[in-house]
């Protein structure tokens, strides 16, 4: 990681507002224990220094989506809390690759078994060693990826020798369309889940992400698997707009001013002269673009008759600037004749990413999702953790 005064762009990242997260979505789940997904590297957080921030909170089901992210997680909150982690279980929801059972065993990782064959290979891993291994049962529910489909969750139902010699610690499935509390789908799912679950009444019952969080204890049974909202994104977006996001924002996102220069008309700014100037204008460049997750879809469109247009926006102090041109590999510019020359020099900063525009805005401007926008962070930011209570 490049030093702060050497860095283009900052990437903050505010770990008590994390915290302060998992604590309130604790409190909605109320009885249901509250676990954490930090697949992706946390959702382009840093799961090496949210995990831990978690475990301290109390979390102790761990989700990542491949084995790499489950070996790297317990090596981190093994080092933050030596000798206290191994009370971590670390659920790995990709399932068991063929081949991969013994990196399983040697790192205390959890397979989430996701079908028949998933079945067979635990129960064979777990007789050679004579020992009922841990493990989870997904049962597809309404989603067509992972899980058990209804002919296998028939074989199961009939024949519960076909799970024998396994120690079930989940049995879970996974909602396609909580994000929409109107959908029938909701329901659908869990009617189905209940079903399962009244024949497969092994392990601790789970269903709920962030947004099946917000639908009701119904939802809820025994462990709900938060991602999302942990990093700020809102799991209810259908109460918008009356109820804004009820979870703190945790990344802010700021570059630096490389450059300023004045613009006359007629010119044109950036690849494809897709933004012609109308007006003498200011044109700021910032050292952040596509490589850094800074979405190309980003870039200006200017208004026509096929179109309304469209400028994403970036912050100097209070005042909103629009994205001008193409968004390209390493650079974006900015349009600041409005803005006093005070506040854009080379080297202020410009948010990106903040509280006057949250990773959903830009989400939206890039006609993506939040869960997208995090998961691109790109590398090559500086990266602040701020608070967590363990290391500056
Ligand atoms: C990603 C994932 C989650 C978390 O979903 P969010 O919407 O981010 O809360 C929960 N369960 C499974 C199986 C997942 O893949």
Redesign the pocket.
Known sequence: MVDEVLAGAVLTIDLDALAGNYRQLRNEAAAAAC?A?L?ADA?GTGADRVGPVLFAEGARDF?V?HIDEGIRLRAALADAFPGQADAAVVHI?GGLLPGSEDAFTEHRLTP?LNGLDDVARWRAWCADRDAPLPCDL?VDTGMCR?GLDRREFEAVRDDPSLLDGLAIDLM????AS??DKASPQNAKQLNAYLEARRHLTMGRA?L??????FLGPDYHFDLV???????G?N?TTWRLPEHPNPMAQVVHLQAKILQVRSVDTPDTVGYGASHKVTRPSRIATLPVGYADGYLRSLSSRAPSHEDKGHFARAHIGETGVPIVGRVSMDLITIDVTDVPEAQCRPGQLVDLIGPRHTVEDLAAEAGTIG?EILTSLGDRYHRVYKGGGLRP
Do not use: T
């Open positions: 676990g997904v697949k959702y989700f989506a929801l989430v997904h992972l879970m499935s996974h909602l909580g994000d789970s709920a992400n962030s947004p099946g969080l698997r938060p991602g999302y909202a942990l990093y994104g799991p869960y």
